[in-house]
């Protein structure tokens, strides 16, 4: 562990759950949280029982309507309220996310910005939430009004615990909506933190409620019959179980799931460029990120030109404890580091060529941290496992292309369909790739880059529904038709 290390937080008041405006302790298995770069113990949270599932959701139920009645220029300055309360409170957020997620700390504090800035755009969007007229003939006309669903579960992941919750809750709050969250079992701190502060600025009791808890607590969360939607965001095993789980009170259902992304790069692209993004799109918070671009797919006539700049940007990395703010801390557990190397064992074994990385990473100042060497495959066979399945770490493959068929094959070529990028000069090569490439984003000349207001969300086995921008309102939102008779009456 780093000589002095000092954590600057102070968790002593949180509570394991918020539930009616209210603090409680949690009901059930006490879980010791873990900071991944020093390997320590650094708090205690309970999970949520039975019997506290059910109570945030029926005060969650409670709730419902005094906050859809709330005039939504209302709910915009509570909202607006919350989203300067946390940006007020950046310091604390991004040191609390940094280490019990381990990212570094500038990258911490990005997300808590970001989770600002949703509560922010959505605020905007409270007063704006309008229904349509239909005319029918002189003697009718039908309208119809965009009401909010109820109570909305949100079930997050460890990666990005404060910047995808804001990322639901905020429009389910501005549609009027109540919500109950759950955050990952390993990282659950951030939104308790959150929870407080929407007390704090007049978000009513039982409209955000927070619980915490591992897989089983979710899964009885989606299940429970007065839950009206469920936002979840995972991987694509657990998706399919807590897609399952809704099914049961036929709760809608919004999804991001896994994904194996590519990036194709042609000769006429700038290769110095493109490096810079597919080490960015690929090592970023460890490769610990959904939409990584995890499959370098490079013509053949430049692919080992792409590779040596990729790799030196890869070796000029730093690691260390995320306080210190490195390019990359380190993986989030022991199960996510056995799964890592996991799949480069077995990548190994097969005789796949690895021309950099592949084994743990020493950081001195954390001898016990779980880091991973930058890990890069070339000329990876299409069937590898490490080809078609995600593996959540610091990994990329490459594999080469000589037509745009063949590149688009390959892009298309698991079961996947989160993100997918292309370098190139050729803006007619670039968009009929980006029309016909398998993904719900794709992005030109750069990687992982758009803002809070562009949709997000995959097609395949990356995921159902659009969460961001103004799409991401309209899972919090049912569409009511009322036809008006005003003519004579017979």
Not at 2 to 31: E, W
Not at 55 to 75: E, G, I, K, N, Y
Not at 98 to 117: E, T
Not at 138 to 156: R, S, W, Y
Request: net charge negative; hydrophobic share 45%.
């Amino acid at each position: 562990m780093m000589a002095g290390l000092q954590y600057p937080f102070d968790l002593d008041p949180l509570p394991d759950a918020v539930i009616g405006g209210v603090g409680h302790a949690g009901g059930g298995l006490s879980r010791q949280l873990v900071d991944p770069a020093a390997r320590i113990s650094f708090a205690e949270v309970r999970d949520a029982s039975l019997a506290q599932i059910d109570q945030s959701v029926l005060t969650a139920q409670t709730a419902r309507r005094p906050w859809a009645d709330t005039p939504p220029a209302q709910r915009a300055q509570v909202l607006m309220a919350l989203a300067d309360l946390i940006a007020a409170h950046v310091d604390e957020l991004a040191a609390v996310e940094c280490v019990n997620v381990g990212k570094p700390l500038s990258q911490a504090r990005r997300d808590v910005l970001r989770a600002a800035g949703y509560y922010r755009f959505y605020a905007g969007a409270c007063d704006k939430l309008n229904g349509d007229t239909i005319p029918l003939g002189p003697d009718q006309t039908a309208v119809t009004l965009l009401e909010p669903v109820g109570v909305t579960a949100h079930i997050l992941p460890w990666n990005y615990p404060i910047s995808t919750l804001a990322r639901g809750v905020a429009p389910a709050l501005a549609a009027g909506a109540t919500v109950v969250a759950k955050p990952a079992e390993l990282t659950p701190l951030s939104t308790l933190m959150v929870a407080k502060l929407a007390l704090e600025v007049g978000v009513p009791d039982g409209a955000f409620n927070v619980i915490c808890g591992a897989g089983e607590v979710g899964e009885a969360l989606a299940a429970h019959p007065n839950v009206a939607h469920v936002t979840f965001t995972g991987s694509t095993e657990t998706g399919r179980r807590v897609m399952q789980a809704a099914s049961g009170p036929v709760a809608g259902v919004t999804l991001e799931l896994g994904g194996k992304s590519p990036v194709v790069v042609w000769p006429d692209a700038d290769l110095d460029a493109a490096a810079k993004g597919i080490a960015r799109g690929i090592f970023f918070n460890a490769g610990q990120v959904c939409a990584a671009g995890s499959r370098l797919l490079c013509h053949a006539d430049i692919h080992d030109a792409v590779v040596e700049r990729v790799v030196q940007q890869a070796r000029e990395m730093t690691m260390g404890h995320g306080l210190t703010d490195p390019d990359l801390g380190p993986l989030i557990s022991e199960a996510q580091f056995a799964r890592v190397e996991g799949f480069v064992s077995r990548a190994l074994a097969d005789g796949l060529t690895c021309v950099t990385g592949g084994q743990r990473a020493h950081v001195p100042d954390c001898p016990l941290g779980l880091f991973y060497e930058p890990t890069v495959f070339t000329r990876v066979p299409e069937t590898s496992d490490i080809a078609q399945i995600e593996v959540f770490g610091p990994v990329l493959i490459t594999q080469t292309f000589e037509t745009e068929e063949d590149a688009l094959r390959l892009a298309n070529g698991t079961p996947f369909g989160l993100v997918a990028g292309i370098y190139t000069a050729d803006t007619g090569r670039a968009m009929r790739f980006a029309r016909r490439v398998e993904a719900g984003q794709v992005f030109v000349n750069g990687f992982l880059q758009g803002g809070d207001t562009v949709p997000f969300g995959g097609v395949k086995h990356s995921g159902i529904g659009r969460e961001k921008g103004v799409s991401g309102l309209r899972a919090y939102l049912a569409e009511k038709s009322i036809v008006l008779s005003h003519g004579e009456t017979s």
